[in-house]
């Protein structure tokens, strides 16, 4: 074999003939003086380390044994019973000297061939001895390029078109004709803090940050039908396209439904299951060793909230670090399984996605609607008549339904409910299977072959969430009637996808979306209450729901049991309510009164929480707590309060959970989502609050706490002044003037309304995001408010605004506190105001000012100015001295703001 043009990683064969246990020979000093004088004399080098036997006869060996793709071959053949012999293949010609030499590799990739009765053939494989330095190359390449072409005609193929409906399989919508943007949320750890910021796409978050270097472990949460799987296609569909930065980074981008893996499956066989062809040109092996060694790599797990993890799982070892962990990792869940992804995962980015924006919504519907525009124009008219454009159609999955309803009728009765909604899509689909078949369908009433396929679903449905089970064998869903099976499939209730296994393969199938899944566990909740006794259905929720825990795992299936009980649904209302009184009773109090006194239990010491919720559970609420300022233990209280608030709403009848639920006349829910806030609107205009309001003040004063509400805050804002009772409005956090430096709808909204709340005492919106031009159109307002007695504004820019508050005050003599923490005003606004505090307002007792622009000079002189009128203006002068920093002189600056930090976490409102 010829020895030109070789590399340092080529893999080194050498020859010998001797017994297995041979020594070898240390190579002469005159052959190594040899061997230095043929380098210098040729300008291709060998990875060879070479010893000398100058009385080796030549071996003949048998030619296959050579590799077309080495250009050096020596091979070692040992055979027992004969001397020490060595045997050397020339190199060239005019290399005679290189037949004087056996050349020897040790490495860790070695090979044995049996060539013979008595002879092996010994292959090493590694890097040379002599340039050991060098970089290797595998022995055979990994077919980089064809596996990314694989892959994108993959993705192109399954992802670059969606089909929607499961029972129309000729429907198809191209995913970036139909993709609308959601809004993403990010949430960046700082400090004792959580910043959010909206994103433009998934691939931002894997661009490095300042509190984040090298994003590389992503988690993803969404609600359900929000959009998570589409939202990941997208992603995928732009790495084909190679247009754009942060994701041509990676080679190969692998996007794994977590739903059909089964649980014999390792993370390659995945991989060849649900991406790669049959025919690929290389085998599990390869593609395993080019993970391990290639961090240019992303892994996308798509509903970890549909798949039941086990700890020795390939999927659970990546997620945990275990293996493969210099890929970067991707996961998408429900909300409630981000505790578990918390402590496992361990993300360095956390993604929200919210949906769509209002906007976005009339942007969906006339892309769906391409070709029919006047159909799209009175689908939105209805939608933004009923308030509808800000609920239920922010979901993604929730407006495509609605888009296909309204595509076949314009009669269709378009509620906020889920499941009305559901209940037409499931009468749609019988009717246009009868049309079909020529099936009579007569009154709404399902023919019997359709009733018993439905009920078996029910069934299946209810079984497999208990056992966390999403995709079913075929006896699971037919118990052995394959008729039930067909029509299942006709109906389009179930589709079939592929087996995981291939050598065993069988039939699966699952729904078309876990809520379709929840809506017929839910129906198989309400026959079953229906049809038994009240003790058997009590008995049935004692058994699946015995805890708050357990109602929060499987939340959505109440819902949609009470949605389709109607009035019969007071068997799970009479449960909810003794639930609550039985586990939450000890928070409820402290849930109320901790934004005012600000005083925690160590609730893990006094109580025990197991039947609240798990401890990764916790977890999840400290980190969501961060931003709010919530304790972990009261987002354990929040989320079971939201559940029995939406099955009030899906029943229709929200005036029983004001009677239950609101009797400390307190509506209080922290970062609710939109289905929340507008179920909250139903509360505001429901009769049994307004008949509250009849009575004496004490009793009939509202307390209203909505803390970061974000974008679904507009139609409760709109329904304020049907409360005027109203004593405490908290909008803390809620983003009311992030919306630009226009005149923002949110800020607008509120000013229309506030005039209404004669009775309110108590106003808090700090940290919204507030410019001047928000603050020009609110802060006017508050004239009216003769009653307010506390004031919050901090964490809103409120420069310029200092003449609006002196013409404000004079008539806000009840006012006993006063916060412009943090708001961009200078010392001369700050000394404004405070010469209109000591004029107008008696009852002043805080007024606080700290971190605006302000030196130590002018802060002592607002101090002194203060001092001289207030009742308790000197204990309060004291109190702000004790806390002024030296760094006061530059509290404008970035440095002065680190420095006040912790001061800051500090100021509850």
């Given at each position: 074999?010829?020895?030109?043009?070789?590399?340092?990683?080529?893999?080194?064969?050498?020859?010998?003939?001797?017994?297995?246990?041979?020594?070898?020979?240390?190579?002469?000093?005159?052959?190594?003086?040899?061997?230095?004088?043929?380098?210098?004399?040729?300008?291709?080098?060998?990875?060879?380390?070479?010893?000398?036997?100058?009385?080796?006869?030549?071996t003949?060996?048998?030619?296959?044994?050579?590799?077309?793709?080495?250009?050096?071959?020596?091979?070692?053949?040992?055979?027992?019973?004969?001397?020490?012999?060595?045997?050397?293949?020339?190199?060239?010609?005019?290399?005679?000297?290189?037949?004087?030499?056996?050349?020897?590799?040790?490495?860790t990739?070695?090979?044995?061939?049996?060539?013979?009765?008595?002879?092996?053939?010994?292959?090493?494989?590694?890097s040379?001895?002599?340039?050991?330095?060098?970089?290797?190359?595998?022995?055979?390449?990994?077919?980089?390029?064809?596996?990314q072409?694989?892959?994108?005609?993959?993705?192109?193929?399954?992802?670059?078109?969606?089909?929607?409906?499961?029972?129309?399989?000729?429907?198809?919508?191209?995913?970036?004709?139909?993709?609308?943007?959601?809004?993403?949320?990010?949430?960046?750890?700082?400090?004792?803090?959580?910043?959010?910021?909206?994103?433009?796409?998934?691939?931002?978050?894997?661009?490095a940050?300042?509190?984040?270097p090298?994003?590389?472990?992503?988690?993803?949460?969404?609600?359900?039908?929000?959009?998570?799987?589409?939202?990941?296609?997208?992603?995928?569909l732009?790495?084909?396209?190679?247009?754009?930065?942060?994701?041509?980074?990676?080679?190969?981008?692998f996007?794994?439904?977590?739903?059909?893996?089964?649980?014999?499956q390792?993370?390659v066989?995945?991989?060849?299951?649900?991406?790669?062809?049959?025919?690929?040109?290389?085998?599990?092996?390869?593609?395993?060793?080019?993970?391990?060694?290639?961090?240019?790599?992303?892994?996308?797990?798509?509903?970890?909230?549909?798949w039941?993890?086990?700890?020795?799982?390939?999927?659970?070892?990546?997620?945990?670090?275990?293996?493969?962990?210099?890929?970067?990792?991707?996961?998408?869940?429900?909300?409630?399984?981000?505790?578990?992804?918390?402590?496992?995962?361990?993300?360095?980015?956390?993604?929200?996605?919210?949906?769509?924006?209002?906007?976005?919504?009339?942007?969906?519907?006339?892309?769906?609607?391409?070709?029919?525009?006047?159909?799209?124009?009175?689908?939105?008219?209805?939608?933004?008549?009923?308030?509808?454009?800000?609920?239920?159609?922010?979901?993604?999955?929730?407006?495509?339904?609605?888009?296909?309803?309204?595509?076949?009728?314009?009669?269709?009765?378009?509620?906020?409910?889920?499941?009305?909604?559901?209940?037409?899509?499931?009468?749609?689909l019988?009717?246009?299977?009868?049309?079909?078949?020529?099936?009579?369908?007569?009154?709404?009433?399902?023919?019997?072959?359709?009733?018993?396929?439905?009920?078996?679903?029910?069934?299946?449905?209810?079984?497999?969430?208990?056992?966390?089970?999403?995709?079913?064998?075929?006896?699971?869903?037919?118990?052995?009637?394959?008729?039930?099976?067909?029509?299942?499939?006709?109906?389009?209730?179930?589709?079939?996808?592929?087996?995981?296994?291939?050598?065993?393969?069988?039939?699966?199938?699952?729904?078309?979306?876990?809520?379709?899944?929840?809506?017929?566990?839910?129906?198989?909740?309400?026959?079953?209450?229906?049809?038994?006794?009240?003790?058997?259905?009590?008995?049935?929720?004692?058994?699946?729901?015995?805890?708050?825990?357990?109602?929060?795992?499987?939340?959505?299936?109440?819902?949609?049991?009470?949605?389709?009980?109607?009035?019969?649904?007071?068997?799970?209302?009479?449960?909810?309510?003794?639930?609550?009184?039985?586990?939450?009773?000890?928070?409820?109090?402290?849930?109320?009164?901790?934004?005012?006194?600000?005083?925690?239990?160590?609730?893990?010491?006094?109580?025990?929480?197991?039947?609240?919720?798990?401890?990764?559970?916790?977890?999840?609420?400290?980190?969501?707590?961060?931003?709010?300022?919530?304790?972990?233990?009261?987002?354990?209280?929040?989320?079971?309060?939201?559940?029995?608030?939406?099955?009030?709403?899906?029943?229709?009848?929200?005036?029983?959970?004001?009677?239950?639920?609101?009797?400390?006349?307190?509506?209080?829910?922290?970062?609710?989502?939109?289905?929340?806030?507008?179920?909250?609107?139903?509360?505001?205009?429901?009769?049994?609050?307004?008949?509250?309001?009849?009575?004496?003040?004490?009793?009939?004063?509202?307390?209203?706490?909505?803390?970061?509400?974000?974008?679904?805050?507009?139609?409760?804002?709109?329904?304020l002044?049907?409360?005027?009772?109203?004593a405490?409005?908290?909008?803390?956090?809620?983003?009311?003037?992030?919306?630009?430096?226009?005149?923002?709808?949110?800020?607008?909204?509120?000013?229309?309304?506030?005039?209404?709340?004669?009775?309110?005492?108590?106003?808090?919106l700090?940290?919204?995001?507030?410019l001047?031009?928000?603050?020009?159109?609110?802060?006017?307002?508050?004239?009216?408010?003769?009653?307010?007695?506390?004031?919050?504004?901090?964490g809103?820019?409120?420069?310029?605004?200092?003449?609006?508050?002196?013409?404000?005050?004079?008539?806000?003599?009840?006012?006993?506190?006063?916060?412009?923490f943090?708001?961009?005003?200078?010392s001369?606004?700050?000394?404004?105001?405070?010469?209109?505090?000591?004029?107008?307002?008696?009852?002043?007792?805080?007024?606080?000012?700290?971190?605006?622009?302000?030196?130590?000079?002018?802060?002592?002189?607002?101090?002194?100015?203060?001092?001289?009128?207030?009742?308790?203006?000197?204990?309060?002068?004291?109190?702000?001295?004790?806390?002024?920093?030296?760094?006061?002189e530059?509290?404008?600056?970035?440095?002065?703001?680190?420095?006040?930090?912790?001061?800051?976490?500090?100021?509850?409102?």
């Amino acid at each position: 074999q010829r020895a030109t043009e070789t590399e340092a990683s080529s893999p080194t064969v050498t020859t010998s003939v001797g017994t297995p246990g041979g020594s070898d020979a240390v190579a002469s000093p005159g052959c190594q003086e040899r061997m230095e004088e043929q380098r210098k004399k040729q300008s291709d080098k060998t990875s060879c380390n070479v010893e000398v036997y100058k009385e080796a006869p030549l071996t003949s060996v048998d030619s296959r044994y050579a590799r077309p793709d080495c250009d050096v071959v020596d091979v070692e053949v040992t055979q027992d019973g004969i001397q020490d012999e060595m045997a050397v293949f020339p190199v060239g010609q005019g290399q005679e000297d290189m037949m004087e030499c056996r050349t020897y590799q040790g490495g860790t990739n070695n090979r044995t061939y049996n060539i013979g009765p008595q002879s092996t053939v010994h292959i090493y494989e590694g890097s040379s001895a002599l340039e050991a330095t060098d970089d290797s190359t595998p022995e055979f390449p990994f077919p980089l390029d064809q596996c990314q072409n694989a892959l994108k005609l993959h993705y192109q193929a399954e992802m670059g078109q969606l089909q929607p409906l499961a029972w129309n399989e000729d429907f198809m919508m191209k995913t970036d004709d139909i993709f609308t943007d959601v809004d993403l949320l990010l949430q960046s750890p700082k400090g004792g803090n959580i910043s959010r910021e909206t994103l433009p796409s998934v691939a931002d978050a894997l661009v490095a940050r300042p509190d984040c270097p090298c994003p590389r472990r992503v988690l993803i949460e969404g609600q359900p039908g929000v959009g998570k799987t589409t939202t990941l296609s997208k992603l995928v569909l732009d790495w084909t396209k190679g247009d754009n930065k942060a994701l041509s980074e990676f080679h190969l981008v692998f996007c794994l439904a977590l739903r059909k893996v089964a649980e014999s499956q390792s993370l390659v066989d995945c991989i060849f299951d649900q991406l790669l062809p049959e025919d690929s040109p290389f085998d599990e092996d390869g593609l395993e060793e080019y993970l391990q060694t290639n961090k240019n790599v992303l892994i996308v797990f798509d509903g970890y909230d549909e798949w039941e993890p086990q700890e020795s799982h390939d999927i659970s070892k990546v997620l945990s670090g275990k293996i493969l962990r210099d890929c970067c990792v991707i996961v998408s869940t429900r909300p409630s399984r981000t505790s578990e992804l918390l402590k496992t995962m361990r993300p360095d980015t956390r993604l929200e996605i919210n949906g769509f924006h209002q906007e976005n919504v009339s942007i969906y519907v006339h892309k769906y609607f391409s070709n029919n525009i006047s159909k799209a124009k009175t689908l939105l008219e209805k939608l933004d008549s009923s308030y509808l454009s800000t609920g239920i159609t922010l979901t993604p999955m929730f407006l495509l339904l609605i888009c296909i309803l309204w595509e076949e009728r314009d009669d269709v009765l378009l509620s906020d409910r889920l499941c009305p909604l559901y209940d037409q899509l499931i009468l749609y689909l019988v009717t246009r299977l009868c049309a079909k078949e020529n099936i009579p369908f007569v009154d709404d009433k399902m023919p019997p072959n359709i009733a018993s396929a439905v009920l078996f679903l029910e069934k299946s449905a209810f079984d497999g969430l208990l056992r966390g089970k999403l995709v079913f064998e075929q006896e699971e869903v037919t118990r052995h009637n394959r008729d039930i099976l067909t029509t299942q499939l006709q109906l389009g209730l179930l589709h079939k996808q592929p087996s995981p296994s291939k050598l065993r393969p069988s039939p699966q199938y699952s729904f078309p979306h876990k809520t379709m899944q929840e809506y017929f566990a839910g129906r198989y909740i309400a026959s079953y209450v229906t049809i038994q006794e009240e003790s058997a259905g009590r008995a049935l929720l004692q058994e699946n729901f015995g805890t708050v825990r357990k109602v929060r795992e499987m939340d959505n299936v109440l819902i949609f049991a009470c949605g389709r009980l109607g009035r019969k649904a007071s068997v799970i209302f009479q449960y909810l309510v003794d639930l609550h009184k039985k586990d939450l009773g000890l928070i409820e109090e402290d849930f109320y009164t901790f934004y005012d006194v600000r005083i925690l239990k160590d609730w893990v010491r006094d109580t025990k929480l197991d039947n609240l919720a798990s401890k990764v559970d916790y977890t999840a609420f400290q980190m969501t707590g961060l931003f709010t300022d919530t304790p972990a233990v009261f987002f354990a209280y929040q989320t079971y309060m939201e559940t029995t608030l939406l099955c009030y709403f899906e029943w229709g009848q929200i005036d029983g959970f004001v009677e239950h639920f609101i009797r400390k006349r307190i509506i209080q829910f922290s970062d609710p989502t939109h289905r929340v806030c507008r179920a909250l609107v139903q509360v505001m205009k429901c009769d049994q609050l307004r008949q509250a309001q009849k009575g004496s003040p004490q009793q009939c004063d509202i307390i209203l706490r909505l803390l970061h509400a974000g974008k679904y805050l507009g139609p409760i804002l709109d329904t304020l002044g049907a409360c005027p009772c109203i004593a405490e409005l908290n909008l803390r956090q809620s983003y009311l003037g992030r919306y630009g430096p226009t005149v923002t709808r949110p800020s607008l909204q509120l000013s229309r309304q506030l005039p209404h709340l004669k009775r309110l005492r108590k106003l808090v919106l700090s940290w919204n995001d507030l410019l001047p031009e928000d603050a020009q159109l609110i802060l006017p307002v508050l004239e009216s408010l003769r009653m307010l007695e506390e004031l919050y504004l901090s964490g809103n820019d409120l420069h310029g605004t200092s003449d609006i508050f002196s013409n404000i005050l004079p008539f806000l003599i009840e006012l006993k506190i006063l916060k412009v923490f943090d708001c961009c005003m200078t010392s001369a606004e700050i000394i404004s105001i405070a010469h209109a505090t000591v004029k107008n307002c008696k009852k002043m007792s805080i007024f606080d000012f700290d971190s605006n622009i302000t030196t130590r000079q002018e802060y002592r002189r607002i101090e002194q100015i203060l001092s001289l009128t207030l009742p308790v203006a000197n204990e309060l002068a004291t109190e702000q001295r004790s806390r002024f920093h030296p760094a006061a002189e530059m509290v404008g600056t970035k440095e002065g703001r680190r420095m006040f930090a912790k001061y800051w976490s500090s100021k509850a409102n």
